[in-house]
Each structure stands twice: as C-alpha cells, then as structure tokens.
C-alpha cells in the first residue's frame, strides 16, 4: 500500500466542508487551535464507529489541550447526523462527498480487497498544529488505542 505523500512540517491542505449541521466548517476556522483532522471510510461500520467513540469518549482531553476533533468522510451530511444520533457522538463530522478534501489530503486511494482493487478512504490522521502546519500522519490507521496515540503525541509536542 502506498504511504500518504504529504509531509510532517508542511503547511496542511486548506478546506472548507458542511459539518453534520450543515455549517461550512474550514480550516482557517481554527487559527490558534490544534487540529485532529481523521478521514474514516463510512459511517455505522464497525471500525469507524469505535473511532469516533475512541474520539468522542477522549474530547474533554482534547479539547483541554485547546484541540478540536474533525471526522471527515464521504457520507452525506445525513448520514452523519444519523450516525451522530444513533451512536451518540460528540464530535464533528464533516461531508466530502465529492472527495476533494481526501484527494487534497491524499487518502482517497487504491485499496485492494479480496483481489479487487478499487478507489476508497485510507483511514488516516493529521495532526495539524497551531499555525496550521501538520506534525503528525497516521497513514493507514487501526482503530484499536489510536484516538490515545494521537492524544498522547500531541500532549508529548506540546510540551
């Protein structure tokens, strides 16, 4: 599998994309703030439903290190308040139907599954700091103590 081929130092992709409330959610939105920006492939599967828990049981930690969860995937903002409600989420998923954003970050990728090779979402995250430059890239995630790795780092590149 091909590693994602933006780079730790660089200035992170702009963006601006509906949130579940159909607010226009950009990056320039969060000057000051450090950014969890997570690409998931769908909503309600089983993988993506533990991050975004992971993610949402951790928020009060993230959020007392001045940082802010972004979910971002494919699904319609429907989907996401579908998935918000029915799993009781906290944090904010935003819309990418059209794959802009994933291309820009590079996660919309060949994937390869029972032989077939198809386009679809590498799970991954970008830590992105406080004057917007990306820190961190977790390239083709498991789900399983991530959302504390990413906790942890950020918690370690602050000090």
């Known amino acids: 599998m091909s590693k994602n081929s933006l780079t730790e130092g660089q200035k992170a992709p702009d963006f601006c994309l509906p949130d579940q409330n159909e ?15 997570y690409f998931y492939p769908k909503d309600n599967t089983s993988g993506c439903t533990r991050e975004a828990q992971d993610f949402t049981s951790l928020k009060g930690d993230f959020e007392s290190e001045n940082a802010v969860v972004l979910g971002v995937s494919k699904d319609s903002v429907k989907s996401h308040v579908k998935f918000i409600e029915k799993k009781e989420l906290g944090i904010t998923l935003l819309s990418d139907e059209e794959t802009t954003i994933h291309q820009k970050y590079d996660v919309w990728r060949t994937k390869k599954n029972y032989g077939k090779e198809y386009l679809g979402t590498v799970r991954s995250t970008f830590l992105i700091d406080t004057e917007g430059n990306i820190v961190k890239i977790w390239d083709n995630v498991r789900t399983n103590g991530h959302a504390e790795k990413v906790l942890e780092t950020l918690k370690s590149l602050k000090k």
Do not use: A, E, Q, S
Request: aromatic letters at 14%; proline letters at 0%.
């Open 23 to 37: 607010n226009n959610v950009c990056l320039k939105d969060f000057d000051g703030k450090w950014i969890v920006l």
